[in-house]
């Protein structure tokens, strides 16, 4: 009886979190369906901008003269991949990386270059790694395959939540997230599947994929996502934080928020990418 009143309070109802959750979505479902590229492109600067600062905030270099030259280079770096042609993609990584360099060497005795990697980091792990989501948006019917990377990524995050607070008794990797449990990620990734197989019985343009593609795209999406939100675990762990921010309340950080989606925004966008080209 002990334990069951255990459980049912484990699994209590977030309130806080589920609002919080509900707004985001909304604000990226309507900036997916409702603008263009380059409109949704500004939604991407917003998150780029408050992850870089975020991930400054994580090792206490919240200071300006630290994040704000690697936020703008994050944010040309995404606006070059998802825009420009590959040769200048590679020019404006290589500018921006020397830019980097050349500020350390510059301020070396006020900072003792202690920022540079985390500078350099940032532009690839955020800048270039969310550009993804523009990359998706250029594939065939990508307003459609954005929205189920999101489902995705959502359902995977909030099954998983629940299903850990209810079910939850082996840690998945303790040293890195306390509450994370195997039996939530593996019910995080099954209701991940289910949701996205129903959604694609409503929407016609998905049935060019076979039942089985579209289940392998959805799976290894969900692993992908979760690798994602243990990498940032990790950089939370190193930096001594339990959170990335509080902009968000229930979920922390913007960084929190959209940290499955850094590896599986490429993944999900390669995979997919190789099945429509394979798929007949």
Do not use: Q
Request: aromatic content about 20%; overall charge positive.
């Amino acid at each position: 009886m002990k334990r069951g009143l255990e459980d049912l309070e484990k699994a209590r109802f977030d309130f806080k979190r589920f609002i919080s959750g509900i707004i985001f979505g909304i604000v990226i479902i309507l900036s997916i369906f409702f603008f263009n590229k380059l409109g949704f492109f500004f939604i991407c600067l917003i998150l780029i901008a408050l992850s870089v600062y975020e991930l400054f905030g994580v090792f206490d270099l919240n200071k300006y003269k630290y994040f704000i030259l690697p936020e703008i280079l994050s944010i040309l770096v995404a606006f070059a991949f998802g825009f420009l042609t590959p040769s200048i993609f590679i020019f404006v990584v290589f500018l921006s990386v020397f830019l980097i360099v050349f500020k350390n060497i510059l301020f070396f005795k006020n900072d003792g270059g202690k920022s540079m990697f985390l500078e350099v980091f940032s532009i690839f792990y955020i800048g270039f790694f969310i550009s993804y989501l523009l990359k998706i948006l250029d594939l065939n019917n990508g307003k459609l395959l954005l929205m189920l990377l999101f489902i995705l990524v959502w359902a995977s995050d909030i099954f998983a939540y629940y299903g850990g607070r209810r079910f939850g008794r082996r840690k998945l990797f303790f040293s890195l997230s306390p509450k994370k449990t195997i039996e939530g990620a593996l019910t995080g990734l099954l209701f991940a599947i289910l949701t996205a197989l129903i959604f694609r019985v409503f929407i016609a343009d998905y049935r060019g994929f076979t039942l089985f593609s579209f289940t392998v795209i959805s799976a290894l999406t969900v692993i992908f996502g979760m690798i994602g939100d243990l990498g940032e675990s990790l950089v939370k762990r190193v930096g001594g934080k339990k959170d990335s921010g509080f902009l968000i309340p229930g979920h922390g950080g913007i960084l929190d928020r959209i940290d499955s989606l850094i590896l599986a925004a490429p993944f999900f966008y390669y995979i997919t990418l190789f099945f429509l080209n394979h798929k007949n």
